[in-house]
């Protein structure tokens, strides 16, 4: 690699160089949203990385420390208004049922945590649930799925499967919607995929916020904003080696951006920002099902990094969209 008047010579004739730059705030976002960023980018410094290789205690060690990292920005969740919270077990995992006051009688919402499929397991779970049902109005299931080390694919996988037949035995697939956060959008893609391979009852709808569809980080949007994202700056590429294990990363249960959809996949809400290091999982995945014919939204908010601002004018936005999709897929009011 050679500089040449200012440019970079690589064996790539398009590729560009971009000399060291500070890319200021945002000014086209909420105070809200820009004092988010600010914050943020303080945290992101904080944030243990991934650990290479696959040493079992090691990566223990380092998701422990990833859910302490995380764990101040869940405190809120738990006095989120929800009527009630239990626990059902299905096939010897947790899922955890948050009930919203309004929520209406018979509809259902399975919520498949995020976490980079490998951490925000247990009490995170629970909280994220809340969260979950807080935004879809629907009482909702949080399946406590299984992770690596101990458990790679496809166990977490058959775990959201089994949770999801657990609910097409108590409710017609019309009545249930299916979703998740980063990784939790890869798991329901990925079940959705499956469950129809399967023979099972496609749900009325998916929704996947900021999905991390592509475990082979092959899009744009891991070069161009890489380091931008101030919620997750860097690849998660061992991590993701960590969970495919002995499969290949562009298997369509593992990076459900490189599944068939043209047999069939639900109407599927996509959300993403700007500042997102997985924007590229949604604009692609939204072109592939728009290819096929298949119905999907592509909601975009700018200046947005990996999992919104935390609680700004925008979060509200893409809340109140999600109710909408949620409301016209169930047929609610």
């Known amino acids: 690699m050679q500089k040449d008047s200012g440019r970079v010579r690589t064996d790539d004739p398009g590729a560009v160089f971009l000399p060291a730059r500070s890319i200021p705030t945002p000014v086209s976002i909420s105070a809200e949203a820009r004092a988010c960023l600010a914050a943020l980018e303080r945290l992101s410094h904080l944030r243990p990385p991934w650990p290479e290789g696959s040493d079992a205690e090691t990566w223990r060690q380092a998701i422990s420390a990833a859910n302490a990292h995380f764990g101040p920005a869940m405190a809120g969740m738990e006095e989120l208004p929800i009527l009630r919270v239990d626990e059902e077990q299905v096939a010897g995992r947790t899922l955890y049922v948050a009930v919203p006051h309004d929520a209406p009688d018979g509809y259902v919402y399975l919520d498949i945590h995020g976490g980079g499929l490998v951490a925000l397991g247990g009490d995170p779970c629970r909280l994220m649930g809340r969260r979950a049902a807080t935004t879809t109005g629907l009482a909702t299931y949080s399946i406590d799925y299984r992770m690596p080390p101990d458990d790679p694919y496809p166990a977490g996988l058959d775990d959201c499967i089994a949770a999801y037949r657990h609910l097409l035995d108590r409710h017609d697939a019309a009545r249930i919607m299916v979703g998740g956060v980063s990784a939790g959008g890869n798991l329901a893609a990925a079940l959705a995929l499956r469950?129809?391979?399967?023979?099972?009852?496609?749900?009325?709808?998916?929704?996947?916020?900021?999905?991390?569809?592509?475990?082979?980080?092959?899009?744009?949007?891991?070069?161009?904003?890489?380091?931008?994202?101030?919620?997750?700056?860097?690849?998660?590429?061992?991590?993701?080696?960590?969970?495919?294990?002995?499969?290949?990363?562009?298997?369509?249960?593992?990076?459900?951006?490189?599944?068939?959809?043209?047999?069939?996949?639900?109407?599927?809400?996509?959300?993403?920002?700007?500042?997102?290091?997985?924007?590229?999982?949604?604009?692609?995945?939204?072109?592939?099902?728009r290819r096929h014919g298949m119905p999907a939204e592509l909601h975009l908010f700018e200046g947005m990094p990996h999992g919104g601002f935390?609680?700004?004018?925008?979060?509200?936005?893409?809340?109140?969209?999600?109710?909408?999709?949620?409301a016209a897929r169930l047929g609610l009011r």
């Open 195 to 289: 469950a129809r391979d399967e023979g099972l009852p496609l749900p009325a709808g998916l929704l996947l916020l900021t999905p991390e569809l592509d475990l082979t980080e092959s899009g744009d949007s891991f070069q161009t904003l890489r380091g931008l994202d101030v919620v997750q700056p860097q690849s998660y590429a061992s991590a993701n080696a960590l969970y495919a294990g002995r499969h290949p990363l562009d298997h369509p249960y593992v990076s459900p951006l490189f599944g068939d959809v043209s047999a069939g996949f639900p109407p599927t809400f996509l959300q993403a920002g700007t500042r997102d290091l997985f924007l590229s999982n949604a604009v692609r995945f939204h072109r592939t099902l």
């Open 310 to 326: 935390g609680g700004a004018p925008e979060d509200q936005e893409v809340a109140d969209e999600v109710r909408r999709f949620v």
